[in-house]
């Protein structure tokens, strides 16, 4: 198991994923210098990515293929990325989702009320558009 900054020869791969686990790809190729994906033997197997607004960065795309769920990889992924938004210099992570609220609560997320977000992550378009009804959580870094 090795994590790894994604390249754009692993987009196809990181899109794929997503769709197995039914997670949005939108604007993870534009996004890609921002991924990171966990792999065995050149096989992907986990990815995680953000957007970065300024100080602030929006955790998106966490995926590990459901046979190797439960195993620590995803918390991995996520340690490894708030590692990465804090050497960019991000004060606060936000991330969506409708499906591990619970794992994040673990690591020290928080739900809020999505008219607190801040207003850079509002606009962007998983905030608007594609998980326009997810649960909103945040971390101070």
Not at 7 to 22: C, E, G
Not at 85 to 92: N, P, T, V, Y
Not at 95 to 106: C, N, R
């Amino acid at each position: 198991m090795r994590i790894k900054r994604a390249v754009d020869q692993n987009s196809t791969d990181i899109l794929s994923l997503l769709m197995k686990v039914n997670l949005p790809t939108e604007g993870v190729t534009e996004n890609i210098d921002n991924f990171f994906i966990i792999h065995n033997n050149n096989t992907i197997f986990g990815s995680i990515g953000i957007e970065i607004y300024g100080d602030v960065g929006l955790m998106r795309s966490l995926a590990i293929l459901p046979s190797l769920q439960g195993r620590g990889y995803g918390m991995n992924l996520v340690n490894t990325l708030e590692n990465y938004a804090k050497e960019k210099g991000l004060k606060k992570l936000y991330l969506l989702t409708d499906t591990a609220e619970e794992f994040f609560k673990k690591l020290n997320y928080k739900v809020i009320p999505r008219e607190k977000a801040n207003p850079k992550i509002k606009e962007s378009v998983e905030f608007a558009k594609l998980c326009s009804s997810s649960p909103l959580l945040e971390k101070d870094l």
